[in-house]
Nanobody, 118 residues
Framework: QVQLTESGGGLVQAGGSLRLSCSTSERTYTSHIRGWFRQAPGKEREFVAAIRQSNGNTYYADSVKGRFTISRDRADNTVYLQMNSLKPEDTAVYYC???????????WGQGTQVTVSS
């Protein structure tokens, strides 16, 4: 089973930026769609963003549209989530995912904590 590993989380002030990365244990991982979910304390896990590997089409939750950008590096199968204008309500554990559906839910990383202070 492919492993997905997130990195790049941390503590940032409101208005700041972070970039998350998601690498795979297999460079030939061919998930059709890669994405990001997040889960805040006491809340359900929610979809954040996704990218279709074949054509690069991107999809975003309304709450992050215009602030977050998902992208991919096809050379090493890494997916990124650039997060700008961060808000305290973006505080959550962010999970990298992969699969063939939109949003992708088949494979999950362990998560990386993002904390935005006010």
């Amino acid at each position: 089973q492919v492993q997905l590993t997130e990195s790049g989380g941390g503590l940032v002030q409101a208005g700041g930026s972070l970039r998350l990365s998601c690498s795979t244990s297999e460079r030939t991982y061919t998930s059709h769609i890669r994405g990001w979910f997040r889960q805040a304390p006491g809340k359900e896990r929610e979809f954040v963003a996704a990218i279709r590997q074949s054509n690069g089409n991107t999809y975003y939750a309304d709450s992050v549209k215009g602030r977050f950008t998902i992208s991919r590096d096809r050379a090493d199968n890494t997916v990124y989530l650039q997060m700008n204008s961060l808000k305290p309500e973006d505080t959550a554990v962010y999970y990298c995912t992969g699969g063939s559906t939109l949003p992708p839910r088949l494979s999950w990383g362990q998560g990386t904590q993002v904390t935005v202070s006010s």
